[in-house]
């Protein structure tokens, strides 16, 4: 059971360049999320999904996008990289039920724009 | 707006110590608060999970308890030991829909 999986681990980029950070899980979960992870600031929603087709915004969703088009796999697109989107990302599933809805992590996307 | 807290930032302590880190939460409506461990370069790994309707939560040498009226969560690490070092995430959840607000953690050594 490989659990959240995250693509790439490391990425250098332009500013100006796009790019897609890839999550699969294979957990059946129908909640997926993207954070981000800043010094100082702790993790911060970006975007979210309750299920396929289904999409909402966090609390930091400028300047990314995202599909769900399977419930396996949840994309963040950068449409145009900005030194200020230099983060950790991280990518999280669970179930959603009554309450219980723990919520499994991906290893982390480290991206740096210069 | 929710808003998480978590004091002391960072926190020495030498093995075998018994100890208490704390998490305080502005908006008393909250529906499950979760204690997480992120050792370094990794994500997140959940560790307890306390739903509203319940005070406490109880892994291992862990307890985490929740009191909504004072916004406060704290998890106790009995005996603690130098593998427990790692920066420890709570984090409170508005609604059904796993949407969470962090805190900023906690940075635990414990030195041997």
């Known amino acids: 059971n490989a659990g959240v999986t995250q693509t790439p681990k490391f990425q250098v980029l332009k500013t100006g360049q796009s790019m897609t950070l890839q999550c699969a899980q294979d957990?059946?979960?129908?909640?997926m999320s993207w954070y981000r992870q800043d010094p100082g600031m702790g993790l911060r929603l970006i975007h979210y999904?309750?299920?396929?087709?289904?999409?909402d915004q966090g609390e930091v969703p400028n300047g990314y996008n995202v599909s769900r088009s399977t419930t396996e796999d949840f994309p963040l697109r950068l449409l145009s990289a900005a030194p200020s989107q230099t983060s950790v990302y991280f990518c999280?599933?669970?179930?959603?039920?009554?309450?219980?809805?723990?919520?499994?992590f991906g290893a982390g996307s480290r991206l740096t724009v210069l | 707006k929710q808003e998480v807290t978590q004091i002391p930032a960072a926190l020495s302590v030498p093995e075998g110590e018994n100890l208490v880190l704390n998490c305080s939460f502005t908006d008393s409506a909250i529906y499950n608060l979760q204690w997480f461990r992120q050792d370094p370069g990794k994500g997140l790994t959940s560790l307890l999970l306390i739903q509203s309707s319940q005070r406490e939560q109880t892994s291992g040498r862990l307890n985490a308890s929740l009191d909504k009226s004072s916004g406060r969560s704290t998890l106790y690490i009995a005996a603690s030991q130098p593998g427990d070092s790692a920066t420890y995430l709570c984090?409170?959840?508005?609604?059904?829909?796993?949407?969470?607000?962090f805190g900023e953690g906690t940075q635990l050594t414990v030195n041997p």
């Open positions: 984090a409170g959840s508005q609604t059904s829909g796993s949407r969470l607000t």
């Open positions: 957990m059946n979960h129908e909640y």
């Open positions: 999904s309750v299920g396929a087709g289904i999409t």
């Open positions: 999280a599933s669970s179930l959603l039920d009554s309450g219980a809805n723990v919520l499994t």
